[in-house]
Structures are given as C-alpha cells and as structure tokens.
C-alpha cells in the first residue's frame, strides 16, 4: 500500500517507533472529519492517542483504497484463430503423464495430438513448457501441440524461449552463439545452399569449436554441392574440423575424396576368382600425406588399439570412405555374398567393420542387412570396433517394416530368444514394432514366461523390458497381451511386472480412444 | 441423473495426493462389476485383495460416500475410482433398482437428516438451568474484562518504550502474551498477537504493518470497554473477534437464507494437525457472498463436501456481525438432484459488478468492519498480466490489482495461459492490499487454481 512521504500516517509511524517517553506525543492535522477526530484525541493519555490515531488513520487509508491506473505496456492478446484444443478427456490423460504416471507414453501423446492437428488445453502448457526446458529430446515433439496460446505463453518466459518463433537472420549475424547454431540448422533444412553461403562469408573469423559445431550442420541437406567447401575445410588448422569434413565427405560416395580412397583400397583386397572365391588383404606399410589428408587417421585410439593393429586400422578406415557400390560393380556379386567371403577371414574385423562404417555413412540398407545377416546369425554379442557403429544404429538404417522383419527373423528363425541380451538390446531399442514383430514377440513371451522359472542373471532385464514393450505394442493386440497373464502360473514371478505391462497397454488404449471422442458429444 | 462431475472435482476430494492416484488406477471399468444408479445413488462392487468384492457407493446429493473396505481414508480410494468412473463413463452404470445394501444406507441417510432437520424445528426443551448459565456468562466476562486491560496496559507499553527495537525480540515476548489471552478466554486477541509476531519479522515495511495491526487490536479494546453502548450487531463482531464463540444452535436460530448457491472458491489451510477449510459461496438470486468455516483434524475428511464450480440449493443463517460473511448451512437438498442446472459462466458474468464495483463494496465492508481479513473479490473481465516479478490483474478501465506477491509461479502462469490476454472471470481472496487467485472462469469452464 503506497504510503505518502509526510503523510499523518508517517508521522504516527515515526513517533511509534521511537516511544512516546523519548518524546511526546502530538496528533497530526488532517482536513476534514479525520482532522476533527484526531483533535478530538488531546484529552487522551499520549499513548492511546496514538493507538487510536494509527487506528483511523489506517482505516482511513484502508477503506478509501483505489486500485491504481496501470502505466506499463501489456504484450498484445493472443490470437483466438488457433489450433482446435484436444478433447478434455485426451487433456486428462496427458495431465496424469505430467505429474508423472505412465509418462513415457507422453511422446505418444504428442504424436496422437500432432497427428490430429490439436494443440494442449490452455492450463497444461505451463507444465509441459516446464518439462520442456528440462527434457530436450521431447522438444520438438511438444512444439507441434503448442499452438499459437503456448508460443504466446513462452515469449514471456525466458526459460520457455526454446518454443519461441524461430531464429532469424539477425540472430545469425549478431546472436549468441547457440542461437546462430539454431538459425543455421533451421536454415540447412530449408535452404542448404543459403546456410553454406552464409557459413563461408565469416567462416574464416569464427573460433575452431564453432567452426566444428557449425560444419555438424551440414549433416542435414547433405549434398555433392557442399564438396568444394567441405574439401577446403580439409585443410583447416583444426583438427576437428578436418576430421568433421572428412566424415562428411566420406558419407558422399560420388565425392572425390571416396574415388581417391577407391583407387587406394583396391590396392589392398583382392577377390581371387578360384572355383570358391576367396578374398586377399594386404596390408598398407605406410600411410602417406594424401591418405592423411583425406582423414585417415594414424593412430588408433586407445579402444581400437586394443583390437587393431596400426596398419589394420588404417585400411578399415579406407574401406570406411570407399563406396560401397564400388565392391560389387568391381566383383559383380551382391553385398551378401561379399560379406560371406570375409566371415571367418583372417581379417574379418578389418573387412566387416570398415563396410559397416561405409554403409552407415553411406545409409545403405542392403549392406546393412548383408552384415546384420552374419552378426545375428551367431547370436553373440558383437564389440563394435567403433562405437558409433553399434548395431542398432545400423539397424535404424532400414525402414520400420525392415526393422521389424530383421528382428522377426531373429526371434523366428534366427538364435533370438526374448530373454536374451542381444534380443533384448535390439527390441528395446525400436520406437515402434510391426504387428508380426510384436505377436512373435507374445508368443515368445507366453512359452517364456509360462514355462520358465527366470534366470537370475536375465531376470532383471527383461522386467524392465515389459514396460518398454508395453510402449511400442500395437494397442490392437491388447486381448493377446491379456492372454499373458491368464497363461502365468499361480505365484508366477512375473505377475506384478505382467500386471504393470497390462496397465501400461490400458492406458494407452483409453487414451487413443479419448482423442476419438469430442466435447460436444 | 447429474452428470455435472468432472474428474477434477472428483479428484478434489481425495485426502491426500496418493489416495488420487490410487483412485485413479482404480477407474477402470473391467475392475468392477455390478455398477448402478438410481435417482441420486450410484454403487458398485470393486475386487480388491480379498475374497469378497468391495462394495463401494455415492450419495450424489451430497456426495456422500460409503465402501466396506477398511481403508481409513475418506473418501477411500474406491469411493474416488467410483465416482471418477462416472464422471468419466456414466453410460457404464445400469438405471436399477438398488440392491439392498445400498438401500438400506440411502435410508439410513434419510432418516438420519428427518431427524436432524425435527431437531431443529422443536424449540429446545431442556435448555440448561438458566441462572447456572448467566452465572458461567458473567464469570467468563470478567475473565475477558480483566485480559482486555492487561493486554491494553501491554500495548501502551510496546507504545512508550517504542517499536524500534521490536525485530530484535524474540518470538517468546508474543507467545507469552498471547498465552495470557488464551488464559483470559479471547483466544481471538491471542490468535491476532501471535500473526504480529510474523509480520514483526516480515522485513521491509514492518513498521508500517505492525502498528496497523497493533492499533486494529487496540480499537477491538476500546470497543469491548463500551460494549453496550454499540449497535447489537457490532457487539457480535466484537465478541467474534475476542473469540467469544457463539453456539452453532444459536446462530441456526437467526433468519435463513434460501439461494441457490454457487460455489465459487476454496481454500484449505493446514495449521499444525489442524485443517482449515474456508469455503466461498455467491447466492445467484441474492447477490450476496457468504464463507462456510470448516475444520478437520489430521487425516479426518471434512464433514460436508463441497465441490468449487458446483451450486448448492441451501438455506443459509449468517453468524451476527457488522458485515456478515461467515455462514452456516442450515438445510440442504438431499438426496434430490439439482432442479436447476448450475449456471456457467454467463450466470457469473451477469451477476456480478465491475472492479470498480467491488471495490466499491470492499470499502463499505471495510468501514463497517475494521476487522475483516479477508474480502471475497469476484471479478468480471479482467485481464492477468507479468510486470516485472510481480503478477496483475488488469480491468477494461486499465484499474489494476496486484495478485499475492507469494502467488505460486505456476499458478501465475496458468492465470496467464488461460486467458491468452483476454478477459476473464476469477474469483479470489482480497486481503486489502493483494488478491489470492482460487478460481476462474473461461469459456464457460470452471478451473480452480489449487493453492
């Protein structure tokens, strides 16, 4: 409550507090009938005068209290032509997964409400704003639902600024450094010969670790267009940066950095045309300037080299960079057979390794499934030489449906057992499974569960595995699912994480439903 | 059948944040079975660790609820999942007629509120030996006499030796004051000096708020010193205030008023194992505000439910006081459902003034009752608005009020995102110098804003 500076009411507060036996008490004026009921207060002892002229006083200014007249400036209103908000029941079930319950369904969430054009209901966005700041990976699945009330919302919020508008060209010549990168992503998607102009303007005068973050961007749009740049940035002083643009070029197999690696590699395998075809690897004895020029590196981190020799090193990373159309356009065989032919080489891994390198730069489904072919066949748990080749990064290479008939295989006719590592590493690993793949999937869980008493070691796995399962189970095969629990033995070990599986698979049937009903109805 | 409900005011009425989810996972269809309705009843049977099922059931006029799992929690968890089934699938219960376990309790009730309502009506016959209880009155005022004039002496003390030094006190110099009002039987005064020890302690502008409060006391002393020369219902807020509680028999003996009654706000309050429950109503006809004070201790429910958002059909008797809020229901629709349905927000909107309106009023009441603490604001078209770190509300006129300065951040947030800047209608607590939020309206929507 605003106070005036030499108000009677300041003067009563300041004769308060220093006592009326430091000094002695005198009524303050004041127009009007408080001037006269203060007057009135002189016959009181001094003490009550003031308790009682603090008593009117206050009442005074408390009753006779005026909002204020507001001077500061609003943002304008929101626009009302927005979205169509999703239904409440559907709005319910996403407030359940805000406060925690069944929340890794909420990116199914999200992706039922994108699908439908709907937007969250006003009173979440709040809460969903918030657990986006925290959670970067479910960010641009909640920006979609936002609609125009929550990117409202979030421009007055500096920690909600991620959902704000995007990033515009002024940011790129004058923003911090995190919003030029976002300009610049946004902008490669879009317009990638745009981004590289703008790259190449000031590319000189940025910092070697911008220099290496802003070249990630060229992942996105990646074209034979980008390889005059990407070349020159081969020769930069960063080591990164030159790493960087290696891999990148790498990944174009019409580039001339892969025909350059081409010519040399076909200097060191040889396929001998015999009655039963066998393969010849040569070493390399040295590496010379242009190999390292084009990314080839020396030596071997302290992982490889506990695998690889020097030399072995370098000739997988050859095969790395030479596209893989080059080995059956040279041998006129399929990937499959090629690959049978390094099996049990003396230089498998060197062989194996360097084309699942090639095929995931490459994205090159036949040869990943020529090398998921001979990985799964055996069952064991391969060590990648390099990590970012793990298999199932290899298998997000193909396409859902190839996804899941590689993994159907494996279950059906391949060593799969769903209790096993591998098995499990790679169903856990999947966003979604086909209809085959998750009915293979029950079957294989029924006879396992129904007929076995869990191993220790696995036991714990595969617990956590159900709830996965139950977030990638197509909701049609919930009566199938159901048939699980009715399969367990009394005292099953299994029955709370069955029961849990179910319930998961529930809620997600009751929440596709509820953005199947509307409001009116 | 109502079908009013919606699972958030059903969920409102969970004890405690596990009972909700506990309910919630109950609230699926395949876990119960002979689910039914008839008239304001609903019931079901509900499987749970058992041999026999539960057998759970909802006397939706009130609601009330029954269930004969052992549960010690009220509404227990399948009273809640009932009830959320309902409001989230009613086409799963039959119209039926009950079965006799649920009937025998729906008579029960009746009779029960018969009796109740007999009991009311029959003028007391066995009143207490009047000379005994004049004797006991007089006792008691000299008690509280005697308190007055010490706390008054105390006061002027505080007053002679200055307040300056008073943040350097220790809490104990208000406890032991307050303990002697205790002593004296105004456990309000004690109430009042034990808030001065926090506002004491509040930094910035202490001074300012101390001596208001401490001069507010003082003129409740003058007051009671020429009681009797006061208008009756002044005399009333004074004992009020002094906490000289009047019986709830004698307040039900004052003129009652019929309305239909919408809930507009709630607030609950936990003070030590004690809950305090002050529910705020708005008569549609009347155009009056009234406050119904419930209390509940630790886990106990609260005796009466009422939803926010819902209207309640009742007659109200207001205790006496210089501006009369606080209220006691003296009946109550039972078991009949609702014969209007509860107004939206088009009700709200024509019912009530503009903030300049309410202000209006805030100051009348003010002058009538230098007392009061808290003023109901209902407030038509105004907008929610960020200054700085501080949460506004702002009318057509561009009059604006300041919200709580502790408001929740996310509470502001929602304020904000349901009104997108446009105009809403919100409900809220108004202290004299800023505005709690407890609910709003949009679009025809009910949210209450959980404190």
Redesign the interface.
């Given at each position: 409550m605003g106070w005036q500076a030499d108000s009677p009411w300041q003067a009563v507060v300041s004769a308060a507090l220093l006592g009326t036996e430091r000094q002695p008490f005198t009524s303050p004026t004041a127009p009007g009938k408080l001037g006269q009921l203060l007057a009135q207060l002189t016959s009181h002892a001094p003490e009550s005068a003031l308790l009682t002229a603090a008593a009117a006083l206050s009442l005074h200014q408390r009753a006779g209290w005026f909002p204020e007249n507001y001077s500061g400036s609003a943002p304008a209103p929101c626009s009302l032509d927005d979205l169509p908000r999703c239904s409440t029941r559907a709005g319910r079930f996403l407030q359940q997964m805000l406060q925690r319950q069944y929340s890794p369904v909420l990116p199914e969430w999200l992706g039922l409400a994108t699908q439908l054009g709907q937007r969250v209901p006003d009173i979440y966005l709040p809460q969903l704003l918030n657990l986006g700041q925290q959670q970067r990976d479910l960010r641009s699945l909640i920006l979609p639902v936002l609609g125009q009330r929550g990117r409202w919302l979030a421009a007055q919020n500096l920690d909600w600024s991620y959902a704000v508008e995007v990033a515009t060209e002024a940011d790129w010549e004058t923003g911090s450094q995190a919003a030029r990168l976002l300009y610049l992503k946004e902008l490669r998607s879009q317009d990638p010969e745009r981004a590289r102009e703008l790259l190449a303007a000031t590319w000189s005068h940025e910092p070697a670790s911008d220099r290496t973050q802003f070249l990630e961007t060229f992942r996105t749009g990646l074209s034979l267009a980008d390889e005059p740049f990407l070349e020159e940035a081969l020769t930069d002083r960063s080591k990164e940066v030159r790493r960087t643009a290696a891999d990148l070029l790498a990944s174009l197999p019409e580039s001339r950095l892969c025909q350059r690696l081409a010519e040399q590699v076909q200097q060191h395998i040889f396929l001998n045309p015999t009655q039963v075809p066998t393969l010849t690897v040569q070493l390399p004895d040295s590496l010379n300037p242009a190999l390292i020029h084009d990314g080839i590196e020396p030596k071997p981190s302290q992982f490889v080299a506990t695998q690889l020799g020097e030399k072995a090193w370098w000739l997988l990373q050859m095969i790395g960079a030479t596209p893989l159309s080059f080995w059956s356009e040279t041998w006129k065989i399929p990937p499959a057979e090629i690959v049978g032919h390094a099996k049990d080489h003396e230089w498998e891994a060197v062989l194996l390794e360097g084309w699942a390198l090639a095929a995931k730069r490459q994205q090159n489904a036949d040869w990943v499934q020529a090398l998921l072919g001979i990985w799964l066949a055996e069952g064991v748990v391969r060590t990648p030489v390099l990590p970012d080749v793990r298999l199932d990064s290899l298998l997000n290479i193909l396409s859902f449906n190839q996804q899941s008939a590689v993994l159907v295989d494996l279950l059906k006719s391949g060593p799969g057992k769903v209790n096993d590592f591998l098995t499990l590493s790679l169903l856990r690993s999947r966003d979604g499974w086909s209809l085959k793949l998750a009915e293979t999937v029950l079957d294989h869980l029924e006879d396992y569960l129904s007929h076995q008493n869990p191993a220790m070691n696995q036991a714990w796995e595969l617990h956590a595995a159900l709830k996965e399962f139950a977030r990638v189970i197509p909701i049609g095969l919930l009566p199938r699912a159901v048939q699980l629990q009715e399969g367990l033995p009394p005292d099953s070990p299994w029955a709370a994480s069955v029961r849990e599986f179910l319930a998961l698979l529930r809620f997600r049937q009751k929440m596709v439903q509820a953005f199947e009903v509307t409001d009116s109805g | 059948m109502q079908t009013q409900w919606?699972?958030e005011q059903v969920l409102a009425l969970a004890p405690d944040a596990a009972s909700a989810?506990n309910g919630?996972?109950l609230a699926?269809g395949h876990k119960w079975s002979s689910l039914g309705t008839h008239q304001s009843a609903v019931w079901g049977e509900c499987q749970g660790s058992g041999k026999n099922p539960y057998r759970t059931q909802i006397d939706l006029s009130e609601p009330a609820f029954r269930c004969s799992c052992p549960s010690r929690k009220f509404p227990c968890k399948h009273g809640l999942a009932l009830f959320l089934l309902l409001a989230?699938q009613s086409s799963g219960f039959a119209e039926q007629e009950p079965p006799d376990w649920v009937a025998e309790w729906l008579l029960s009730r009746t009779q029960r509120s018969q009796k109740q309502a007999q009991k009311e009506t029959q003028p007391k016959e066995q009143t207490a030996d009047p000379q005994a209880q004049a004797k006991r009155a007089a006792a008691r005022q000299q008690k509280v006499s005697a308190g007055i004039q010490e706390l008054r002496l105390w006061?002027?003390?505080r007053?002679?030796?200055?307040?300056?030094t008073l943040p350097q006190e220790s809490y104990q110099l208000w406890d032991t004051v307050a303990a002697r009002m205790v002593d004296a039987q105004a456990p309000g005064l004690a109430r009042r000096l034990r808030d001065l020890a926090g506002t004491v302690h509040s930094g910035a502008g202490w001074?300012?708020a101390t001596?208001?409060s401490?001069?507010?006391i003082?003129?409740l002393l003058?007051g009671c010193d020429r009681i009797e020369t006061l208008p009756p219902e002044v005399q009333a807020e004074l004992r009020t205030q002094i906490g000289w509680a009047i019986s709830q028999e004698e307040v039900l003996a004052g003129k009652a008023h019929a309305d239909l009654w919408l809930i507009v706000g709630q607030r609950i309050q936990q003070e030590d194992r004690l809950k305090v429950r002050r529910t705020w109503l708005y008569g549609l006809e009347s155009s009056t505000s009234a406050m119904l004070l419930d209390f509940a201790h630790g886990q106990q429910p609260f005796e009466q439910t009422l939803l926010p958002g819902t209207c309640l059909e009742a007659e109200l008797v207001f205790y006496p006081s210089a501006y009369p809020l606080r209220a006691l229901v003296k009946t109550r629709r039972e078991s009949v459902p609702l014969s209007k349905s509860p107004p939206g927000y088009a009700g709200i909107e024509d019912a009530i003034a503009s903030?300049t309106g309410q202000?209006a009023s805030y100051?009348q009441a003010?002058?009538a009752c230098?007392w009061l603490e808290q003023f109901p604001l209902l407030l038509q078209a105004v907008?929610p608005?960020?200054?700085g770190e501080r949460w506004?509300l702002?009318d057509a006129q561009?009059?604006?009020?300041p919200l709580l300065s502790r408001l929740k951040p996310?509470q502001g947030?929602?304020l904000?995102?349901?009104s997108?800047?446009?105009p809403l209608t919100l409900f809220g607590e108004w202290n004299?110098?800023e505005l709690l939020p407890l609910s709003v309206w949009?679009e025809e929507a009910f949210?209450g804003l959980a404190s």
């Amino acid at each position: 409550m605003g106070w005036q500076a030499d108000s009677p009411w300041q003067a009563v507060v300041s004769a308060a507090l220093l006592g009326t036996e430091r000094q002695p008490f005198t009524s303050p004026t004041a127009p009007g009938k408080l001037g006269q009921l203060l007057a009135q207060l002189t016959s009181h002892a001094p003490e009550s005068a003031l308790l009682t002229a603090a008593a009117a006083l206050s009442l005074h200014q408390r009753a006779g209290w005026f909002p204020e007249n507001y001077s500061g400036s609003a943002p304008a209103p929101c626009s009302l032509d927005d979205l169509p908000r999703c239904s409440t029941r559907a709005g319910r079930f996403l407030q359940q997964m805000l406060q925690r319950q069944y929340s890794p369904v909420l990116p199914e969430w999200l992706g039922l409400a994108t699908q439908l054009g709907q937007r969250v209901p006003d009173i979440y966005l709040p809460q969903l704003l918030n657990l986006g700041q925290q959670q970067r990976d479910l960010r641009s699945l909640i920006l979609p639902v936002l609609g125009q009330r929550g990117r409202w919302l979030a421009a007055q919020n500096l920690d909600w600024s991620y959902a704000v508008e995007v990033a515009t060209e002024a940011d790129w010549e004058t923003g911090s450094q995190a919003a030029r990168l976002l300009y610049l992503k946004e902008l490669r998607s879009q317009d990638p010969e745009r981004a590289r102009e703008l790259l190449a303007a000031t590319w000189s005068h940025e910092p070697a670790s911008d220099r290496t973050q802003f070249l990630e961007t060229f992942r996105t749009g990646l074209s034979l267009a980008d390889e005059p740049f990407l070349e020159e940035a081969l020769t930069d002083r960063s080591k990164e940066v030159r790493r960087t643009a290696a891999d990148l070029l790498a990944s174009l197999p019409e580039s001339r950095l892969c025909q350059r690696l081409a010519e040399q590699v076909q200097q060191h395998i040889f396929l001998n045309p015999t009655q039963v075809p066998t393969l010849t690897v040569q070493l390399p004895d040295s590496l010379n300037p242009a190999l390292i020029h084009d990314g080839i590196e020396p030596k071997p981190s302290q992982f490889v080299a506990t695998q690889l020799g020097e030399k072995a090193w370098w000739l997988l990373q050859m095969i790395g960079a030479t596209p893989l159309s080059f080995w059956s356009e040279t041998w006129k065989i399929p990937p499959a057979e090629i690959v049978g032919h390094a099996k049990d080489h003396e230089w498998e891994a060197v062989l194996l390794e360097g084309w699942a390198l090639a095929a995931k730069r490459q994205q090159n489904a036949d040869w990943v499934q020529a090398l998921l072919g001979i990985w799964l066949a055996e069952g064991v748990v391969r060590t990648p030489v390099l990590p970012d080749v793990r298999l199932d990064s290899l298998l997000n290479i193909l396409s859902f449906n190839q996804q899941s008939a590689v993994l159907v295989d494996l279950l059906k006719s391949g060593p799969g057992k769903v209790n096993d590592f591998l098995t499990l590493s790679l169903l856990r690993s999947r966003d979604g499974w086909s209809l085959k793949l998750a009915e293979t999937v029950l079957d294989h869980l029924e006879d396992y569960l129904s007929h076995q008493n869990p191993a220790m070691n696995q036991a714990w796995e595969l617990h956590a595995a159900l709830k996965e399962f139950a977030r990638v189970i197509p909701i049609g095969l919930l009566p199938r699912a159901v048939q699980l629990q009715e399969g367990l033995p009394p005292d099953s070990p299994w029955a709370a994480s069955v029961r849990e599986f179910l319930a998961l698979l529930r809620f997600r049937q009751k929440m596709v439903q509820a953005f199947e009903v509307t409001d009116s109805g | 059948m109502q079908t009013q409900w919606t699972p958030e005011q059903v969920l409102a009425l969970a004890p405690d944040a596990a009972s909700a989810k506990n309910g919630r996972g109950l609230a699926i269809g395949h876990k119960w079975s002979s689910l039914g309705t008839h008239q304001s009843a609903v019931w079901g049977e509900c499987q749970g660790s058992g041999k026999n099922p539960y057998r759970t059931q909802i006397d939706l006029s009130e609601p009330a609820f029954r269930c004969s799992c052992p549960s010690r929690k009220f509404p227990c968890k399948h009273g809640l999942a009932l009830f959320l089934l309902l409001a989230e699938q009613s086409s799963g219960f039959a119209e039926q007629e009950p079965p006799d376990w649920v009937a025998e309790w729906l008579l029960s009730r009746t009779q029960r509120s018969q009796k109740q309502a007999q009991k009311e009506t029959q003028p007391k016959e066995q009143t207490a030996d009047p000379q005994a209880q004049a004797k006991r009155a007089a006792a008691r005022q000299q008690k509280v006499s005697a308190g007055i004039q010490e706390l008054r002496l105390w006061l002027e003390d505080r007053i002679r030796q200055g307040l300056a030094t008073l943040p350097q006190e220790s809490y104990q110099l208000w406890d032991t004051v307050a303990a002697r009002m205790v002593d004296a039987q105004a456990p309000g005064l004690a109430r009042r000096l034990r808030d001065l020890a926090g506002t004491v302690h509040s930094g910035a502008g202490w001074c300012d708020a101390t001596l208001a409060s401490m001069s507010q006391i003082y003129l409740l002393l003058e007051g009671c010193d020429r009681i009797e020369t006061l208008p009756p219902e002044v005399q009333a807020e004074l004992r009020t205030q002094i906490g000289w509680a009047i019986s709830q028999e004698e307040v039900l003996a004052g003129k009652a008023h019929a309305d239909l009654w919408l809930i507009v706000g709630q607030r609950i309050q936990q003070e030590d194992r004690l809950k305090v429950r002050r529910t705020w109503l708005y008569g549609l006809e009347s155009s009056t505000s009234a406050m119904l004070l419930d209390f509940a201790h630790g886990q106990q429910p609260f005796e009466q439910t009422l939803l926010p958002g819902t209207c309640l059909e009742a007659e109200l008797v207001f205790y006496p006081s210089a501006y009369p809020l606080r209220a006691l229901v003296k009946t109550r629709r039972e078991s009949v459902p609702l014969s209007k349905s509860p107004p939206g927000y088009a009700g709200i909107e024509d019912a009530i003034a503009s903030l300049t309106g309410q202000v209006a009023s805030y100051s009348q009441a003010y002058a009538a009752c230098p007392w009061l603490e808290q003023f109901p604001l209902l407030l038509q078209a105004v907008v929610p608005l960020r200054d700085g770190e501080r949460w506004l509300l702002r009318d057509a006129q561009g009059l604006v009020l300041p919200l709580l300065s502790r408001l929740k951040p996310q509470q502001g947030w929602q304020l904000l995102a349901l009104s997108g800047g446009h105009p809403l209608t919100l409900f809220g607590e108004w202290n004299g110098t800023e505005l709690l939020p407890l609910s709003v309206w949009v679009e025809e929507a009910f949210y209450g804003l959980a404190s």
